[in-house]
């Protein structure tokens, strides 16, 4: 795993960390190579049953290292010369890039963002990836890409589209204007508000990994699904995911253990 990303595994909780904080965990070759390599890890390791992304340092993610722009104005960075990361998708249709941000969304384990600082373009766009967005009042985001004659590219289109107004999603992304945590949850972006996101992430996580992890996953699956099926289906999909659920050794588990007034011994998924 290289040493641009952090990852440690406690008690079903996996945290995933960017650690270029000089750079201000800016998305570098190795940063894209570490996290892709992390989200393989995660989808292998049964164990796991929420992630926690975050940054170390004084932000989140500042977004594509300058270099690659400086690639960009030189030349030396165009479509064809990037093909390779254009061309190479995984089963959802997105690119090495995309799946910075929309990987976290076809894991089958919920995935919750913390972010503090900056979370500027592609860090914004991986944050948006995320399940669940706990973000500091005073970080400051922006889909910046348009002034560098860009648009959002790595998954955000997507991402945005469940979850902010479309006025508002085009507002932000036509203009690039950079805005706060406070205003992103005025907005949608943020799912709640925390001075301590980290600290508040891992505890929410630690919630969620005491949780039954097949109806967890299930729950994200079935969300997921819904946003794309009609009401008829979305209706059949949920009696079918209660019923599979029904009966099984986990589910009675959980029913158990609030009985008995001890914690949970789930199974983990084979």
């Known amino acids: 795993m290289s040493d641009a990303v952090i990852i440690e595994i406690n008690g079903g909780v996996c945290e995933v960390r960017l650690n270029r904080p000089d750079k201000r965990n800016a998305v ?28 170390e340092g004084k932000g989140f993610c500042a977004g594509l290292d300058m270099a690659s722009f400086g690639d960009m104005a030189s030349g030396d960075l165009t479509a064809d010369s990037a093909a390779s990361a254009y061309d190479d ?40 990836g995320a399940d669940i967005r706990i973000v500091a009042p005073d970080a400051r985001l922006g889909f910046v890409e348009i002034t560098f004659g860009l648009l959002p590219d790595m998954s955000a289109t997507q991402s945005l589209r469940h979850i902010v107004r479309l006025d508002r999603i085009k507002e932000l992304i036509f203009t690039g204007r950079k805005f706060t945590g406070s205003e992103a949850y005025e907005y949608g972006l943020a799912t709640m508000l925390s001075d301590t996101p980290r600290e508040d992430a891992l505890a929410m996580a630690k919630t969620i990994a005491g949780r039954n992890p097949d109806a967890v996953r299930a729950a994200k699956q079935l969300l997921n699904d819904s946003m794309f099926s009609s009401t008829h289906d979305g209706l059949v999909a949920e009696s079918n995911c209660s019923r599979q659920l029904m009966g099984t050794p986990n589910q009675i588990e959980a029913i158990m253990c609030g009985f008995e007034s001890r914690d949970p011994s789930f199974t983990d998924p084979e």
Do not use: F
């Not at 570098?28 to 940054?55: N, P």
């Open 28 to 55: 570098d070759t190795e940063i894209m190579d570490g996290l892709l390599a992390a989200v393989e890890q995660i989808r292998a390791d049964k164990s796991i049953r929420v992630v926690v992304l975050s940054g």
């Open 89 to 128: 998708t995984n089963a959802s249709g997105a690119n090495r890039v995309q799946q910075l941000g929309w990987a976290w969304q076809d894991l089958a384990v919920p995935v919750i963002a913390a972010v503090h600082g900056g979370a500027m373009g592609g860090g914004l766009n991986m944050a948006l």
